[in-house]
């Protein structure tokens, strides 16, 4: 992959549809110089994780991640349509609360940003969301009578389990079930609560964290869940993670998430086998 | 895969076989110069297609995908008698209405020709089908009680289902599974009705499409949705798309093709990892 | 693959182990100088087979292919004991009717030369044999209930099943389950019978063809077909090959090997992603 | 992966906090310069051990290997706090038998190295242990009713089975189930008893070993089996190795350990594909 975004990774530019729409929102900026530090830093962790999300299989012409604006709490920040491979600095644009790109160059934006606007409207505590078709996951979003839980000490994130977003209760049985408005962002970001993770019927699954690195960690490891508790459940009666164990190892695990990004970006780039 | 096709690829050649052929169909083209435009875009796109196919494991030694000639669409064009990942411009061949090859100089053309001859017969929507024995298929196949139906948003071309082809219903109980004449290429065709796959038992199956890229496209997410389905099935009763929703999100799929079929072509190229 | 083994591919080299083997065997050679050629291709066959198998999953580091030995049809070519991907030409030695090395300087041979031996002994239409412990076969070699069949089109050598060799049966319930003897050799190669396959409970199988090609065609085919049958009996009740479709099948892939093994080779070699 | 490491292999390097530790611990060891060279030669397979780990799929970003100290018997070596694919031999450190780094200059180690020091304590006969994450093992960790055994002849060490350690017995049912202490650490090496292998509930495996080599056998074929019991068992009843059975192919196969050895580390090099 290093041939294709390669000679771009590492280089400190200046964008100029993220550069000016910076611009116009630093009147809303509270931090300043330190919100521009961390905003350079933030759009740098994002444009890896679309590298790592596609390499580690989680995404692949399609799906995406954001991260909430640190120089604008209410704003977010995306790469435009472009492959999660092929997605450079030069790609990432910024939303508005209503997920309107904020500048008018800013070329086309995912039809589904929505799902990640209205998560950030309804969770403070959320600064980054994936959005993913992996294939392991859909059984669980079409199953009637299986809900996705933490199995296993990596996938603490899953809590006692994941919602279910119907889109049919909100689109009608004749939809091409995208949340493609407001309102079914909505409906998805009130269906996900206060979870981490929400399946969507025969469509995939939606990942929130604190930063890049905890959503794209939990996006990666609710697809090994799912492997998990698929082969678990042919035998038989399973254990599953207590509420308490859940948590605890969440904790554990939030503290060390630099150790597995390193693997995954190195990966992505191809320094790693 | 670069190294054995790398030093064609993206050159316009003179192809003698098909250019011959082409001058041979010229009386009957109704567009002059603008189907020969097309023509030579197809060909490129049935290149890529052959490389793409077995890239993405759809196709290996065997399995072959053609395109209605634009130039002649009773027509159609296809490799010859070569392995997938093998193939160059230099190796398509017009192929006529009864799939018999327009030029004396084709050399061996593949045995089950017929079924894409007979699907471009009786569907005039259909300008490319691929054939393949990718093995998440097969099990549907042979499985008397387990329809494939679309179960995930990729793959609402499934419609309510795909039918199955059984060859003994056409060539008895002792044939060698092909469909390699005129008569069973038929049969085939007429199991496959107004649908866009056909499960062939025990053998494969063959997807239809308006475009190279769609056919492409509904082959590859053919797979994807025999694995889905298959785990589903384990967990119990599943929800799968109802038609109109099947309908939605076929169209909103054939309006990005190019999205997916620009990661394809480059992870065939080697471009991308 | 091809750093290990590159500079050697495709030079004819003066083998002194089977040189020395072959001038001692000449005696009853039937056929002088075309046996001789038909010797080198089988060697140069055989060791591309070493590296197929180990490439495509078949063996690991573990694992054998032989082939009769053409120029003393009781005889058989092995590579003594090395890894598959690090056969040479100058590994491979020749084995008498009782699986004796010919020559005192062949080195280790594998403990389990017995399987082919006693094959070739019972069985003359056999000229190559394959030993897998191939991880997809293992579930039907120790479940009681469930015989390995013929499922899918490229998969007619399997016929109306392969037998199990319950090792046993022979060697009593403390054996290292190795056939490494020709007492055992003996009873499996009669376990096999007539077919072209025998599973080997809780070890593998063993795959038998008319040439290197059909038994590596086979061997590949054979981990295939149990992939295929493993997720088929999942869905209910299956729809097998009839032992017509299986006999007619045969007949037609056996005309094609040089088309899949072209494929194959260029994947171990390197030429081929 | 040559890239990240590839310059320091098969360097003798000096290493300092090695080197310092054992400096301090010479006057324990029993045997001197025999001592040193085994340690040496220790060091580097454990290293090679780490890379083959990574590369094999047993462990990821977590997971670690260790080998008791040659030189002194009751202290073992381990890498510090590094990701597997990036250990080199500057990074193995020297842990006392409370688990302790000898070196204050040691820096992070591994939380849960106790697994690793309570079972050398237990056990004299062990002189390497490996903990694995792999999802297949998984499964068998949370399933009541199905517990892992010896289903194939590589699988032997397994015996009649793998005991499950359940951490809530011991740190109760909030825990972040990591052995993170010499209490936790001698309850798992109790559980373990007399066995190679012990699950872990939802967190994983602990495999031992006579040897790194016979370690890294052992959770390589632990995976191996895991994978082919679960689809053993959809097949219906099946048949198990018996206890003379594994007792008899596990000695075959440590007699052969470089064999299998020799084709993972140019895997994990890269020498071999």
Redesign the interface.
């Known amino acids: 992959?290093r041939?294709?975004w390669g000679t771009l990774s590492g280089v400190v530019m200046v964008l100029s549809l993220v550069g000016a729409a910076y611009a116009q929102s630093d009147a809303h900026s509270s931090s300043g110089a330190n919100a521009a530090v961390a905003r350079e830093k933030a759009i740098d962790d994002l444009v890896t994780a679309y590298h790592v999300l596609y390499?580690e299989g989680i995404v692949?012409?399609?799906g995406h991640i954001t991260v909430r604006d640190p120089a604008n709490p209410s704003h977010y920040l995306m790469a435009k349509?472009v492959?999660p491979?092929f997605v450079t600095r030069a790609d990432i644009v910024e939303l508005d609360a209503d997920s309107n790109p904020v500048s008018k160059d800013a070329g086309h934006v995912p039809l589904e940003r929505f799902i990640h606007g209205e998560i950030y409207r309804l969770r403070p505590d959320v600064n980054s969301v994936v959005h993913s078709?992996a294939?392991?996951v859909?059984?669980?979003t079409?199953?009637?009578?299986?809900p996705l839980r933490a199995?296993?000490?990596?996938c603490g994130f899953l809590g006692a389990g994941a919602p279910l977003f119907e889109i049919?209760e909100y689109a009608g049985?004749?939809?091409?079930?995208?949340v493609q408005n407001k309102a079914l962002g909505a409906a998805l970001a009130k269906t996900l609560g206060q979870n981490k993770v929400v399946l969507m019927?025969?469509?995939?699954f939606t990942a929130a964290g604190g930063s890049v690195k905890e959503a794209v960690y939990n996006a990666i490891n609710t697809v090994?869940d799912a492997?998990?508790e698929?082969?678990?459940?042919?035998?038989?009666?399973?254990?599953?993670?207590?509420d308490?164990?859940a948590?605890?190892?969440s904790?554990?695990h939030n503290a060390s998430l630099d150790?597995?990004w390193?693997?995954w970006a190195?990966r992505a780039s191809?320094?790693?086998?």
């Open positions: 992959m041939s294709v390499h692949d012409a399609f349509s492959q491979p078709h294939a392991a859909l059984p669980f079409v199953a009637k009578d299986a199995i296993c000490h990596t049919r049985d004749g939809s091409n079930m995208l019927r025969g469509h995939g090994l492997k998990v698929m082969d678990a459940l042919r035998l038989g009666n399973v254990t599953y993670l207590s308490a164990e948590a605890a190892v904790k554990t150790f597995s390193e693997v190195k191809g320094e790693l086998r």
